[in-house]
């Protein structure tokens, strides 16, 4: 399984972005797809991940500026982020749980000037 990133970037305080993230490989079922992000000297944290039924859960920093969806059948996930803050500034990781699997991708940078 392997997950391909796409869609970071340099934007300017209260800019927006959408990440994408796409899926290959063999996938029986995508149960939960979605972000996370790193930001330098902290830890790896969720952003926002959604159940293959639709159900979602975001960290209260993404609540009412990001949005994550799907197409669960291109097993691809987004994440919609607007006014974005320069404390947005992170790698961002898509992350697939499948079947008890946990898989990572490679990361996607995000900064965002003041």
């Known amino acids: 399984v392997q997950l391909q990133a796409s869609g970071g970037g340099l934007v300017q305080t209260g800019g927006a972005l959408t990440l994408s993230c796409v899926a290959s490989?063999?996938?029986?079922?995508?149960?939960?797809m979605g972000w996370y992000r790193q930001a330098p000297g902290k830890q790896r944290e969720l952003v926002a991940i959604?159940?293959?039924?639709?159900?979602?859960n975001y960290a209260g920093t993404a609540k009412g500026r990001f949005t994550v969806s799907r197409d669960n059948a291109k097993n691809t996930v987004y994440l919609q982020m607007n006014s974005l803050k320069p404390e947005d500034t992170a790698v961002y990781y898509c992350?697939?749980?499948?079947?008890?699997?946990?898989?990572w991708g490679q990361g996607t940078q995000v900064t965002v000037s003041s």
């Open positions: 992350n697939l749980n499948t079947a008890g699997q946990v898989y």
């Open positions: 490989g063999s996938i029986f079922r995508a149960d939960i």
């Open positions: 959604m159940a293959s039924g639709g159900i979602t």
